[in-house]
């Protein structure tokens, strides 16, 4: 498991496994992490639907107009990092991409953060300053991205968190609890009520060739964990109740 991974699984609340059993209640499930007791509430709707991303066939973005030709998709803002040793990181991968790969190559020179807090990658011309523009020689899309499939890495190990667990998201109510469920037009706060986002709430979205969990079963087994994913499979592959 990835450093990221860890990362993800070490923000779980602690706290006494509860007894009795958890229970499915209609598109959802409710369990216990065997291994640190987190009570997980899980979206099954969401993770059994054939969402797909489609970022470059069709997106609308998150402008407040639709703007599939951009092919920006949610890289309009840059991105909100995690904590410094986050920023650390995807500052050093980021240095070892050449300007074959990354488009703003001579922009990094000047730094890859928004301010001084390093919590938010820059913007450039418009959007995140890793989003390689269409027409870039290199490859549209995420620098970051292109660079960790060239080396043979997950782009897990490359990317912010924020980027690639989207449209998957993580809620912590309360201590030892945590949800896992698709991410909604809420969640970007007030700005989200005038994008032109359409990710997880419209059925141009829902036309991949099988579902969540096995299409993002990567970025879901690196947020959850492997124990807890079983218990999605499990769940996802139960009969359902007459």
Do not use: Y
Request: aromatic content about 8%.
């Amino acid at each position: 498991m990835s450093g990221v991974a860890r990362r993800v699984l070490s923000l779980a609340g602690r706290g006494p496994v509860p007894s009795g059993p958890m229970q499915d209640q209609g598109g959802s499930a409710e369990f216990v992490d065997e291994v640190d007791g987190t009570v997980w509430t899980v979206d099954l709707d969401f993770l059994s639907s054939n969402w797909t991303c489609i970022w470059d066939r069709g997106c609308k973005g998150i402008l407040e107009e639709p703007s599939p030709e951009l092919q920006q998709g949610c890289c309009s803002v840059g991105a909100e990092l995690f904590d410094a040793d986050e920023g650390m990181r995807v500052a050093a991968l980021a240095a070892t991409i050449g300007p074959d790969r990354f488009q703003f190559h001579a922009d990094a020179v000047d730094g890859i953060f928004a301010d001084e807090t390093r919590r938010f990658t820059r913007i450039v011309d418009g959007a995140c300053i890793f989003l390689n523009r269409p027409g870039f020689a290199g490859g549209a899309g995420c620098a970051l991205h292109l660079a960790a499939v060239d080396d043979g890495d997950s782009p897990i190990d490359w990317k912010p968190g924020v980027c690639w667990q989207l449209p998957l998201r993580i809620d912590r109510p309360a201590p030892g609890t945590a949800t896992l469920r698709r991410w909604e037009r809420s969640d970007w706060g007030s700005e989200g009520a005038d994008m032109a986002w359409c990710c997880t709430e419209e059925p141009e979205t829902f036309v991949g060739e099988g579902p969540v969990v096995d299409s993002l079963a990567e970025e879901l087994e690196a947020i959850v964990g492997p124990e807890v994913m079983v218990q999605i499979r499990t769940r996802l592959a139960a009969p359902p109740e007459p």
